[in-house]
């Protein structure tokens, strides 16, 4: 009997199931990856201390383009220069002086005519320009995409565009023919001036455009005739 009842004992012992196992293996294992607190705490000591031991990185300009070290190189030349060529020597310069000499002669040329009739290259009127623009003797005026000199402070807007349209010889013909009264039509300009009545269609639309030339409708004919704000200064420049 005793027997029998320690058999029924042992049956009754509940046992663990296998998923159970399992489940506890692995949280064991789980927690055999995870770090004590005390090496959490040394980890982040001595990551503190490796910080502090860093010493800030300090940022230097490097130029890794060569085409900006050369512009850069260029401009300082160019200020060093400009800052020694002062007002009372800067047309000490022979090839300086005989682009500010020619400017001084032709109000509203532009580079390559400089360039053209004093025999020096583009590379060089433009630097000596620049030279003469910076210590004030000349002006630059931008005009339809090209860049035209001037003496300075010697001309009013309305003069420099007087003188930069004259540049022009079609243009100059246009409004002298006008301004003289000979021709005042298209089809009569077109017949003076030997071009096409579309060629003059399109150099009057410009000169409108500037404000020189105004039109009125007589019939079927189209009339020109200078404006009047601009009349006595294209008389003193013709």
């Not at 009842?5 to 998923?19: C, N, R």
């Not at 800067?90 to 500010?100: E, I």
């Not at 409004?175 to 071009?195: D, F, H, P, Q, W």
């Amino acid at each position: 009997m005793f027997v029998l009842f320690i058999f029924i004992g042992l049956i009754d012992i509940p046992e663990v199931s296998t998923e159970e196992n399992t489940r506890k293996a692995l949280i064991r294992k789980i927690l055999l990856f995870l770090p004590k607190k005390n090496t959490c705490q040394s980890l982040d000591r001595k990551r503190f201390e490796e910080n502090r031991s860093v010493k800030p990185k300090t940022r230097h300009l490097v130029f890794t383009s060569i085409k900006l070290q050369k512009k850069l190189i260029v401009c300082l030349l160019f200020f060093l220069l400009t800052t020694i060529v002062g007002k009372a020597n800067v047309l000490n310069n022979p090839n300086r002086d005989s682009v500010y000499t020619y400017i001084e002669a032709n109000p509203g040329v532009c580079f390559s005519d400089i360039a053209k009739n004093t025999g020096l290259n583009r590379r060089t009127v433009q630097y000596h320009i620049q030279v003469l623009e910076t210590q004030y003797k000349i002006e630059v005026y931008k005009e339809g995409g090209r860049i035209r000199c001037f003496q300075n402070s010697t001309y009013s807007e309305k003069e420099k565009k007087i003188l930069v349209t004259s540049q022009n010889i079609t243009n100059k013909r246009i409004i002298s023919e006008i301004l003289n009264g000979k021709c005042n039509t298209n089809v009569a300009l077109a017949r003076e001036i030997g071009i096409s009545k579309g060629t003059v269609s399109w150099y009057m639309k410009n000169l409108k455009e500037i404000g020189f030339i105004k039109e009125t409708k007589r019939g079927k004919n189209i009339i020109y005739k200078i404006n009047i704000s601009y009349k006595h200064l294209i008389e003193r420049y013709k």
